[in-house]
Each structure stands twice: as structure tokens, then as C-alpha cells.
């Protein structure tokens, strides 16, 4: 199966050739999508040595985040080589150095916690493209807050990290601080195999005639597809963030609702998303992106611990009025999506969507105003469920905060939810100054006006 792909991805030296997703990425985040930061607010002093420690069983656990990669501008060709041993350093911030960064909250009042994942989110190690280079898959940092406080941020490129993947990480990251077991974890060998050679058999054929009628519709649906209000598409751009958060009981509420209909939350949250940003009598179709984890369903099955980016996108477009029903349009974006999926679109048309995004990539004009918007929204199939539980205690975990850039191409508004503790926490990340943290902010409130007014 596939197996002159996988013999193309294999290079001696310890590493592989970026397959066709993970290439999409590589040409992705020089542009500023695809840096993956996890921020963790902590109460106690994270010891450089301690944490360095922490970080190197992590890398030798996870080849791919011994990897460095490897750029070859002649060959248009990336690869991941992997060290045979681990070699990480983390950077430390005293607090006069992260008061400057803390300073750049311009009038807004912003958490530190949230403006040092910005700061993270756009810091880019992967930038260059023009000549031979090498960098690595993963950085770390550690910034000292006031009030005896601080941040640990890792931050990794997006073709080694995926959401399921940074789930794991932090959960592997506490477990070995405050463990002195060396625990077995899978995948220390080689690293693992792109999604596209574990496909199942049969499931991403289609005739080219098929794939030529879908990539024609896939740009007409971009072309016709109603964007949120451009402020600034001709400045350089940066990823901000602008947190939802809801109380317990109105979260569960959602979720309720959610069960009743017989959808998932990422329904909800996108029909949120249109409803808050559809201002016009007339009818305008946006699109939304669903990104899943196809782990469990490729061949063989792979679990969460083996990280790497497993995830695929489905593109479905929607045409909203003025007046819809929070309840009835997240059945309606729900369930396109599943049809979509039974139809195993998010394997077979991810060539499609792959080449799209390196067209755009290299021709912006090609987008409205070059703005490279693919969508207004993206979701998670799934939410992530965490509960607070000893380990994070006994690091002085207080919060986090996890996300990934979009100011290159990408969506309007990328939505990174997690139920904690029974609260919906929703990351929502967006391009400056494309779109304004005050228009953000404004669109937000709105969605939470309308999950919280229109459910149960």
C-alpha cells in the first residue's frame, strides 16, 4: 500500500522527505500559519535544568521532536532529520526582559499569560525559504512574571504538532516532571510515517476527472464565500488571540443541547461564528473548515502518543440568512460535515485542498483583496476534555493557553476549544491587522451572547 510513497519519503541519515500535508505546512508557516505554541502559566519556578531535563526524555521519546528540518530551496524539498540524540536548551526571560514584551499590550487589557502565547505565535524560526537551511521542530522559553509567577511556552512547527499531538505533550511534559520513572513511550525509533502512506486502501482514489471538478468548485466556493470586514490587508500581519470562556452551568447547557441534536460542539461553535458575523438581509454563503484527527482510522491505527500531524480538513460552504435558529444551523453545519466524512472526503480530497493551499500560497492575489483567507471559521471535530488532577498541582499549574498561528493563510477566525473542569475555554486566534482586536473582540462577545442566549 502506497509503498512507492513511503520509499519516497525514507532518506538515509536519519530522516524522510516532507510528505505532500506536512510539505503544505513547511510552504505554510514561512508565511505565518502553522507555529504551534503551548503556554503554561505556572506558581512555581520552573528550574532550567529540571525542565531542560523534562524536555530531553520528551525528545527521546518523540524522534520527531529530535528532528531538525531541513530546507533545500534547489530541490523545493523539505526534510525531517533526526538526531540521535537530544539536544534542546531552553531560553529564559528574567522579568525585565518580559516587561518589554509585556509592554506591547497597547491600550487593551491583556493577561500576560495571553500576550506572551501572541509573542510566541509569532516568532518564526521556519521564515526562510531562500536559501539551505536547517532549524529545529521544537524551542522552549520560560518568562518570569510579577507576583512570583511564570510561563513556560513550547513552541513547534506545525508538521510535528498537531491539537492531539500538543494535548499529549502536555500531558507527557507533567508526568515526567514530576515523575523520576523513565516511562516507555512509543515511537523512539524513526519517525513516524506521514498520514498520507497510512490512508487505508481505496480511500483517497478519485478520478482526475473528479479531482479536476472538485478543485474548480473548491475556487469558485473561495471566490463567492462572504469574508469578515478586511481593516488592514495591506500591512504586515501577526496572529492575535481573544479568549471565550463560560461558566460552568452554561457550558453544560450547551453540551445538553449538543447531545440532543445529535451533533458535536464544533457545530455550535461555527453556527456561533456565522450568526455573530452575518449582518446583511441578504443571503451570503461563508465557509467553514472542520479540521479531524484521523488517527484512529488509519491503517494501522495510530494512538495520540504518536505525534506528528494526523489531522485532515473538510470545506464545507454555507448560506446563512438573517434570523437563523442557533440550534437549527448547527445542525445543518454538523451534519454536512459527517455526510462529508461518511463520504470520506477528508482523505480524498486532501490532495485537492493541499494544492489549493500552495497555489494560494504563492499566488495571494488569487484570494480577495491577497488576503489568503481559505475560510471565515475553522473548528475541531472534537474538544479536547481536561480536569485539573494532581500533577498539575504539584507543578504550580495555574493555566494554559494553546493554539496556532494563522496570519499567513488560513481562516478568519481559527477556534481552539477545551471543556476544563466542566468550562468551555475557547482560543480564538485571528490575523492582525487584517481584522482589529477591538472588531475581534466585538465578534466574540457575540458569539457568546448567542451560544449562551440560544441554547437550553
Known amino acids: 500500500m502506497y509503498q512507492s510513497l513511503v520509499e519516497m519519503m525514507m532518506e538515509p541519515k536519519g530522516g524522510r522527505i516532507a510528505s505532500g500535508t506536512e510539505y503544505s505546512w513547511c510552504r505554510a508557516v514561512p508565511g505565518g500559519t502553522g507555529i504551534a505554541v503551548l503556554a503554561i ?34 530541490k523545493n524539498t523539505f526534510s525531517f532529520v533526526t538526531s540521535p540524540t537530544t539536544f534542546i536548551q531552553v531560553k ?31 516568532e518564526n524560526a521556519w521564515c526562510n525559504l531562500k536559501c539551505t537551511s536547517t532549524t529545529d521542530m521544537l524551542y522552549a522559553s520560560s518568562y518570569a512574571l510579577p507576583d512570583a509567577k511564570w510561563v513556560v511556552a513550547l513552541r513547534l512547527h506545525v508538521a510535528a ?92 447547557r450547551i453540551l445538553l443541547t449538543c447531545k440532543s441534536r445529535g451533533i458535536k460542539l464544533c457545530g455550535m461553535l461555527a453556527a456561533a461564528g456565522l ?37 485532515s480538513a473538510i470545506m464545507n460552504t454555507h448560506l446563512i440568512k438573517r434570523g437563523e435558529k442557533l440550534g437549527d ?42 488576503s ?31 493554539c496556532a498561528s494563522v496570519h499567513g493563510i488560513g481562516p478568519s477566525i481559527a477556534l481552539f476549544d477545551t471543556i476544563r473542569d466542566g468550562r468551555l475555554d475557547c482560543v480564538c486566534v485571528y490575523p492582525s491587522p487584517l481584522h482589529s482586536r477591538e472588531q475581534m473582540q466585538e465578534l466574540v462577545e457575540k458569539m457568546k451572547s448567542v451560544l449562551v442566549q440560544n441554547v437550553g
Open 329 to 370: 444551523l448547527a445542525k445543518k453545519i454538523y451534519t454536512a460535515f459527517a455526510n462529508s466524512k461518511h463520504c470520506n472526503r477528508h482523505f480524498s480530497d486532501m490532495a485537492d485542498l493541499n494544492f489549493l493551499m500552495c497555489k494560494a500560497i504563492e499566488n495571494p492575489s488569487l484570494t480577495p483583496a491577497s
Open 92 to 122: 529564559s526571560f528574567n522579568l525585565s526582559s518580559t516587561s518589554k514584551i509585556l509592554e506591547s499590550s497597547e491600550r487593551f487589557s491583556i493577561a500576560p499569560l495571553q500576550l506572551i502565547l501572541e509573542h510566541e505565535l509569532n
Open 275 to 311: 450568526i455573530a458575523a452575518h449582518n446583511s438581509d441578504n443571503q451570503r454563503k461563508y465557509a467553514v473548515a472542520t479540521l479531524t484527527d484521523c488517527r484512529s482510522i488509519l491503517e494501522p491505527p495510530l494512538s495520540n502518543h504518536r505525534f506528528g500531524f494526523y489531522h
Open 372 to 402: 489568503l483567507r481559505s475560510s471565515f471559521v475553522s473548528v475541531f471535530e472534537d474538544s479536547v476534555f481536561d480536569s485539573s488532577n494532581e500533577m498539575q498541582q504539584q507543578v504550580g499549574l495555574e493555566d494554559y493557553m494553546g
Open 161 to 252: 504538532c498537531d491539537r492531539t499531538t500538543a494535548v499529549s505533550l502536555l500531558k507527557e511534559l507533567l508526568l515526567v516532571l514530576v515523575s523520576d520513572d523513565d516511562q516507555e513511550q512509543e515511537g523512539r525509533g524513526e519517525v513516524n510515517l506521514a498520514i498520507e502512506a497510512l490512508i487505508p486502501e481505496g480511500k483517497a482514489k478519485k478520478a482526475l476527472w473528479a479531482r479536476g471538478r472538485d478543485m474548480l468548485t473548491y475556487s469558485v466556493n473561495s471566490l463567492k464565500s462572504t469574508n469578515l470586514k478586511f481593516i488592514d490587508a495591506k500591512s504586515p500581519r501577526s496572529s492575535q488571540v481573544v479568549r471565550l470562556q463560560l461558566n460552568k452551568d452554561d457550558t453544560e
Open 41 to 74: 502559566l505556572t506558581s512555581k519556578v520552573p528550574e532550567t535544568s529540571g525542565l531542560q531535563d523534562a524536555l530531553n526524555k520528551l525528545q527521546s521519546y518523540h524522534p520527531i521532536l529530535r528532528s531538525r528540518l531541513h530546507t533545500n530551496p534547489s
